[in-house]
Every structure is written in structure tokens, then in C-alpha cells.
């Protein structure tokens, strides 16, 4: 799904926690996109991270909530950084692989000030809700300003070759090399990133219903309940598959025994058919 970016001018900080929330609970994968480089303002903009562990509640009565009850809920990290114009290299000049770059990013700052805390905090809670994560870097799709502001219009002729290649990569590490969303450590894998929870696949209705457990919760109470949305969307589940079974039930008693009335016997092997 795509959500509306954060920091609107005209919402206010709640708002963009809610979406946040609403994104990485409903996700198997969480694709953010910041322009430039990995730099104290980019991790800042991710600040609101350290809002979410106070964002929802793993049980309706219970307010405890460790790191690992947040690490099987939250899906894959990938961060793509657009209009990436830096070398990748470490401090000693050798070449480094993007997800490299994230964790060099991520390293704690040295320094002991209220601000340095307060960076290495955001850096931290990012390690640590994000277990599973990765980067990718696309650099600036043209030099052309009449072009970049056109960009939906212009062919790939005429954007630079490592834009259009780099576009592809990462389509293709979206859709080939992502696991499906898992929880409690259960993973299967698959060619596209599918939701799972508790190792149950989600489908469709299932994904409806997980969403109308979650925003209830948000409009309610404040904060979505994950046991609450987990139990609604397997007694959702659960009723679907009793009226199924009733309704062949139904179906295979009227066929074995069309006419009316007969004896015990007979309706009671019959009975015991059906269930079979």
C-alpha cells in the first residue's frame, strides 16, 4: 500500500504517528523513501520511531511491551535514499555495499551531551525495531530540470542509464528477495512479500478485517491492540468457515434424504455421513 508522506504541513504530529503505525503493522515490508544522504536530519525526520513502542499495545489489559514483541511485529526496513550522490566508501576510503552504508549510518556517535543521547536514542530504536533491514541508493534520475519536473512524461531513453538500472534493482529485490511477514519467528518464504501473522497467511478479508481491528482501535482508544486484532480476524476467519460448513451440510442432507419423513436409524447414518 502507499501512504501519504510525513510532515504535512497542515498535520500535526499524531497524525503522522497513526500512519506510521497503521503502515508498519499492515506491512511485511516498510519501503521509506528520504532524498539524499543518511545525515542527522534524515535520522531526525525518522524521530517519530521512538513514539511507536507507545503506539499500540500487545495486550488489552497489559502495557508491557518489549523490544521482541516490537521486532515480531515490525516488517522488513527498506530505506531508499533518492538523489544519492555520495561514494560509497568508509572513512578508510574502501568501497562499502549499501546496506553497509545503513549500518555505518546507524552506529552510535560519540559524545556524552544531552544531544548526542538523544541521537544515539533514535539510532538505537531504529536498530532494534528494525532487526531485519536494508538499503538502496538511486542516484538522481536526470541533470535536466525541465525533465525532473516531468519526470512521469519522460521515457527512460532520456533519463541517466544507473537511474533506469538502479529503478529495476530495487522493483526486483522488492518482489524476489523479500520473506512474508512473519511473527512469534515463523517465516515462509515466498516470490512476493505476502502478510502473515502467528504463521497464517493473510488474505484479502483477512487484511480487512486486521485493518478494521486497528482503526478501531486508534478511533476508540487511541492505540490498536494487537491480540484484539489477531482474535478478530480468526473469529472472522472461523465464522466464515462454519457457514461454509453449515451451508454443505444443508446441502448434502438434502440430497441423501429428499423426501420426508424417516426413521431414526436412517437420519442418524446419515447424519454421521455428512460429517465425514
Not at 499500540?56 to 535514499?81: A, C, G, H, Y
Not at 531485519?132 to 536526470?142: E, G, H
Not at 518482489?175 to 515462509?188: A, D, E, L, R
Not at 482503526?215 to 492505540?223: R, S, T, Y
Request: net charge neutral.
Amino acid at each position: 500500500m502507499d501512504t501519504e508522506g510525513l510532515g504535512g504541513v497542515d498535520e500535526n504530529k499524531n497524525h503522522d504517528i497513526r500512519i506510521f503505525i497503521l503502515s508498519v503493522l499492515l506491512s511485511s515490508l516498510f519501503i521509506y523513501n528520504s532524498k539524499g544522504t543518511i545525515d542527522e536530519n534524515a535520522l531526525q525526520n525518522m524521530s517519530l520511531v521512538i513514539n511507536l513502542a507507545n503506539s499500540f499495545k500487545v495486550k488489552e489489559f497489559s502495557d508491557k511491551i518489549s523490544t521482541e514483541d516490537i521486532q515480531n511485529v515490525f516488517p522488513r526496513l527498506l530505506w531508499v535514499l533518492r538523489d544519492f550522490s555520495l561514494k560509497l566508501e568508509d572513512s578508510n576510503g574502501n568501497p562499502i555495499t549499501m546496506k553497509e552504508y545503513l549500518e555505518n549510518s546507524l552506529k552510535d556517535v560519540k559524545g556524552i551531551s544531552e544531544t548526542i543521547q538523544q541521537k544515539n536514542r533514535i539510532r538505537k530504536i531504529l536498530r532494534d525495531f528494525f532487526k531485519d533491514r536494508d538499503c538502496y541508493c538511486l542516484v538522481r534520475p536526470t541533470e535536466d530540470e525541465n525533465k525532473l519536473q516531468n519526470l512521469t512524461s519522460a521515457s527512460e531513453s532520456e533519463l541517466r542509464p544507473e537511474f533506469v538500472k538502479g529503478i529495476k534493482e530495487v522493483t526486483s529485490l522488492v518482489h524476489t528477495s523479500v520473506p512474508v511477514k512473519t511473527i512469534n519467528g515463523m517465516m515462509v518464504h515466498t516470490s512476493v512479500p505476502v502478510k502473515t501473522i502467528n504463521g497464517m497467511m493473510v488474505n484479502g478479508p483477512n487484511l480487512v478485517a486486521l485493518s478494521e481491528s486497528y482503526c478501531k482501535g486508534i478511533n476508540e482508544k487511541g492505540l490498536p491492540v494487537l491480540q484484539t486484532a489477531w482474535n478478530y480476524m480468526c473469529e472472522n476467519q472461523c465464522n466464515k468457515i462454519i457457514n461454509k460448513l453449515v451451508d454443505n451440510y444443508k446441502d448434502y442432507i438434502k440430497k441423501s434424504i429428499p423426501n420426508m419423513p424417516h426413521p431414526s436409524d436412517y437420519l442418524k447414518e446419515n447424519h454421521k455421513e455428512s460429517l465425514k
